[in-house]
């Protein structure tokens, strides 16, 4: 079984994933956790990258590339990644996270150490350079969600409610 699991900064695609790894006992990748990686090797801040990536497609490219040969492979594996629904063509299950704006700059400011006012900031920023590249690479409109088999609004669920749905939507799949 094939799942990816997609949404902004602060929905909690990586929460979502690790709970369903556990649960389901697959493994998850996560894009995000490769990206950040990518900016550690570079010595940048995740802000910084996205900007440095804004001009380098290649970036996008690997990350969307690593992905896809994982899950390609595997036959089990739940794909964590704001674009993971677009280039796993194998996915049995796409889903999309949404949260209010004002919960996910909540999550970053506490799981980043830093003001609410600074990652509502931050978020605005590397979105609007998110939304850049995926259109100008991928031609990928990331606000439109007709990809998507599931959207779940995870400021009305907590983790554990998000993935009893998508557990119960597997079932019926």
Same mark, same amino acid.
């Given at each position: ?5 997609? +949404?902004?900064?602060? %929905?909690?695609?990586?929460? %979502? ?9 697959? /493994?998850?990748?996560? $894009? +995000?956790? &490769?990206?950040?990686?990518? @900016? @550690? ?11 440095? $990536?804004? +001009? ?10 690593? *992905?896809?040969?994982? =899950?390609?492979? @595997?036959?089990?594996?739940? !794909?964590?990644?704001?674009?993971? $629904?677009?280039?796993?063509?194998? =996915?049995?299950?796409? !889903?999309?996270? !949404?949260? /209010? ?16 006012? !600074? $990652? ?23 606000? #439109? ?7 779940? #609004?995870?400021?009305?669920?907590? /983790? ?7 557990? *119960?939507?597997?079932? &019926?799949?």
């Amino acid at each position: 079984m094939i799942i990816t699991v997609g +949404g902004l900064a602060g %929905t909690g695609t990586t929460t %979502t994933a690790e709970g369903l790894s556990e649960k389901l006992d697959i /493994p998850y990748i996560s $894009a +995000g956790f &490769v990206f950040r990686e990518m @900016a @550690a090797e570079r010595g940048m801040s995740v802000l910084e990258f996205s900007e440095f $990536a804004e +001009g380098n497609d290649d970036i996008d490219k690997e990350i969307d590339k690593r *992905q896809a040969e994982k =899950a390609k492979e @595997a036959e089990d594996l739940i !794909v964590e990644g704001r674009l993971s $629904a677009y280039f796993v063509d194998n =996915a049995d299950l796409r !889903v999309w996270l !949404v949260t /209010p704006f004002d919960v996910r700059s909540k999550r970053i400011s506490e799981r980043e150490e830093k003001s609410v006012d !600074v $990652a509502k900031e931050e978020i605005i920023t590397r979105e609007k350079s998110e939304a850049l590249r995926y259109m100008e690479i991928h031609n990928i409109d990331i606000s #439109n969600m007709d990809i998507y088999d599931i959207i779940i #609004n995870t400021g009305t669920f907590n /983790p554990e409610k998000v993935s009893e749905i998508i557990i *119960q939507t597997l079932k &019926v799949i």
